[in-house]
């Protein structure tokens, strides 16, 4: 077992290796792990249904916080 993650379909595999017993650590490892890949994300929105509009408007939504924050990253790197 690696600590690497396997593609499955769509779901990804999260493994994490446990050493010297160490469950706590593996546990967070795991959090840390998941939390990455968006699966805590995932399953918020999961939770109830999602009717297309909203969907459609939180992707959008996304899409523009996501341009906004690119274009301030540039902005900083040029020194403005």
């Given at each position: 077992m690696g600590g690497g993650s396997q593609v499955e379909g ?71």
């Amino acid at each position: 077992m690696g600590g690497g993650s396997q593609v499955e379909g769509e779901r990804a595999l999260v493994q994490v290796l446990v050493r010297d017993n160490n469950v706590d650590q593996a546990l967070k490892a795991l959090k840390k792990k998941m939390q990455r890949e968006g699966v805590f994300r995932e399953m918020k929105l999961r939770r109830n249904f999602e009717k297309p509009s909203e969907k459609r408007a939180r992707e959008k939504a996304e899409a523009v916080r996501r341009a906004r924050k690119l274009e301030r990253k540039r902005l900083e790197r040029e020194g403005f």
